[in-house]
């Protein structure tokens, strides 16, 4: 039977080390956090071969003691706090007291360091104070001793051969490029969150980076981002109790594939945060499509007490002791933000010069509200009459074909109210140009000639949206008009698809849709909503049951009441293919006024496209 022991000192820097020290990007952070915590207003950071051969890090900080320099390399020794009470105190980036110690078990590290002032150390001679500094080396833990050492004020620490005793860990690394990529990473990260600083990034003697102190945070992120996403970005500013939120967010043309663009600091920290990310893109909303993430850039500022950062060994995690509060503030102000950019989706050809066949999109955000229901959205509708079938009760049958315009009422002219925490008036909402023609094109696109130019209108998009707006607000009143069903409508479904239809009985009944148990896996229909007019309700149903089975968790009743909503007003809308007559062209062209925001489908895509006068010359070569 194995025994017990307790493991030598090798091995538990060893262990430890691989919590803190995961590839030569980690050893970067780590470094660069002392040299911050430090004061440096410098840093230069040198590496060769992606890390994994040498990796330098040289700044102009206060410096180290000598005497405090074999300190500085054993574990648990650190000089930003003193007592368990200072955890919830912490302004520092680091404080376990890990990093160098674990970064000199896996490593030969060299360590120089210079105070900015005299002193008086074991070093000098007769002990008299002398302006000097002190050296110490570490092969794998094992430390040589303090040498005298006259470099420049500040810290230089080396770290060559990274994991050569653990070869195994060494084996894993990736290509030096790839491991340049997750430096270049860290390095960002770093730059965005201290533009104060004057930092310097060079591989192989060839220079990746560099940022001046003098650059401010909009700068930064043209450098590291590209113009392109620098000039799409929003300013948000905003303060709540204790809570400070700033930074940018990007149009939703500036949208990536995963979640990687979005940057999320904590009083000048990178942090991963799910709550957060979720919030961020819950107010964009309605703005992407599915799979597609915004591009953000936000730093939250809180006292020190309102926060816990010792919960994970890199402190990329931390817990908030108010995370709901939080959460609301970051849904409430990026919606907000985004209200108060209203343009119609330009489209912008490639210029003559440029061989590229590519095709722009610039869409602007859509209006948003904090919450679907507790406050309106959207300004109110007028109750549309009931036909006769909505009042009579009979079998279902399909309803004649209904002109476009005559789905949704002319609304009142309410703006919709602001989130408390951001005292913000919404701006005028702009009204199209007088349109002098439309026509329709392939049976999907309406052509419409404005005094600015040409709009190009997708007729399915655009009445989407626009009966989405009227639903949501039908819901939030209760003026929902239903078609009830003389002979209630049987559908079969599975075992399991049956019970998920029923569970949200109440959330559909809401839309109008009413569903009963019919035994078995059998549901029943017994009314729908009267504006899906000829479309099948088992249609409708069957299309909810797809969306909920699709979900790996079921949203919140908001989310959820939202995506169904969504799914019928897609159902309702005239869709691609349908031929128009120019009455109804020039109805849904009006529709564009309908709502606080035509802008966008409800699920991201562009209504509208503008052709400005501008452009087109251009492409013809007038100007």
């Not at 000048?268 to 599915?290: F, K, N, V």
């Not at 809180?302 to 959460?327: I, S």
């Not at 009963?516 to 479309?535: H, K, M, Q, S, W």
């Not at 908001?558 to 109805?587: F, K, N, Q, Y």
């Amino acid at each position: 039977m194995p025994r017990i022991l307790q493991l030598p000192t090798s091995v538990i820097t060893k262990i430890a080390a691989g919590e803190v020290i995961e590839r030569p990007a980690s050893v970067v952070k780590e470094l660069l956090e002392n040299s911050l915590d430090a004061g440096s207003t410098r840093i230069d950071i040198d590496i060769e071969q992606g890390g994994s051969e040498l990796i330098r890090v040289v700044d102009n900080g206060h410096g180290i003691h000598p005497d405090d320099l074999e300190l500085a390399l054993t574990n648990h020794a650190t000089s930003k706090l003193e007592t368990a009470d200072d955890l919830f105190a912490v302004r520092t980036m680091g404080f376990r007291g890990e990093a160098l110690a674990s970064i000199a078990g896996v490593g030969h590290v060299t360590i120089q360091s210079r105070t900015h002032s005299p002193l008086t150390s074991d070093l000098s001679p007769n002990g008299r104070g002398e302006e000097m500094g002190a050296e110490l080396t570490s092969h794998g833990g094992e430390l040589s001793g303090v040498r005298v050492w006259n470099g420049a004020p500040g810290t230089r620490i080396e770290v060559r051969h990274l994991f050569f005793n653990t070869p195994v860990r060494r084996k894993f690394l990736r290509t030096a490029s790839t491991e340049m990529g997750h430096i270049c990473e860290i390095f960002t990260r770093i730059a965005l969150a201290r533009p104060g600083v004057h930092l310097v990034l060079r591989h192989n003697d060839k220079k990746v980076y560099e940022v001046s102190s003098s650059d401010d945070l909009l700068t930064r992120l043209g450098v590291f981002f590209g113009k392109e996403v620098r000039d799409k970005l929003y300013p948000l500013d905003a303060q709540q109790g204790p809570a400070h939120l700033f930074g940018y967010i990007a149009d939703p043309s500036c949208d990536r594939g995963n979640a990687k663009a979005q940057y999320l600091f904590l009083n000048q920290r990178w942090i991963r945060d799910r709550s957060l990310g979720h919030a961020l893109q819950e107010g964009y909303r309605g703005l992407l499509m599915t799979g597609r993430y915004a591009v953000a850039f936000l730093f939250l500022e809180l006292p020190p007490d309102q926060v816990d950062v010792n919960v994970h060994p890199t402190k990329a995690e931390v817990r908030f002791r108010d995370a709901g509060a939080l959460y609301s503030m970051v849904l409430a102000c990026v919606r907000n933000r985004l209200n108060e950019e209203e343009l119609t989706s330009r489209l912008q050809p490639p210029s003559p010069n440029s061989n590229g066949n590519q095709t722009y999109f610039s869409p602007k955000p859509t209006e948003y509200t904090p919450s679907l229901f507790s406050k309106p959205g959207f300004p109110s509708f007028t109750k549309a009459a009931p036909g006769p079938e909505a009042s009579a009760a009979k079998p279902w049958e399909p309803a004649p074909p209904s002109s476009p315009g005559m789905s949704v009422a002319i609304p009142g002219d309410e703006p919709s109210e602001p989130e408390e925490i951001i005292d913000e008036t919404p701006t005028a909402k702009p009204v199209l140009d007088e349109v002098l023609n439309a026509i329709q094109v392939h049976n999907t696109y309406l052509v419409v000639e404005t005094s600015d130019g040409m709009l190009v209108i997708d007729q399915h998009a655009l009445h989407e949206r626009v009966l989405y707006e009227e639903i949501k607000e039908r819901v939030r009143q209760g003026t929902l008009d239903v078609q009830p069903l003389l002979i209630p409508e049987p559908i079969e479904l599975s075992a399991e698809q049956a019970a998920l239809i029923l569970e949200h009985r109440k959330e559909l009944n809401e839309l109008g849709l009413g569903v009963e148990d019919f035994g078995g896996n059998t549901v029943i229909v017994t009314r729908y909503p009267a504006l899906l007019g000829r479309r099948h309700p088992a249609e409708i149903l069957k299309r909810v049951i797809d969306h909920l089975t699709s979900k790996e968790r079921l949203p919140s009743r908001e989310i959820l009441l939202s995506d169904l909503m969504s799914l019928m007003a897609c159902h309702a809308a005239v869709r691609s293919g349908d031929a128009l007559t120019p009455t109804e062209i020039a109805a849904l062209v009006e529709m564009r006024h309908l709502s606080n925001d035509t802008h966008h489908c409800p699920h991201g895509r562009p209504t509208a496209l503008l052709f400005t006068r501008h452009e087109l010359d251009r492409q013809f070569r007038r100007i």
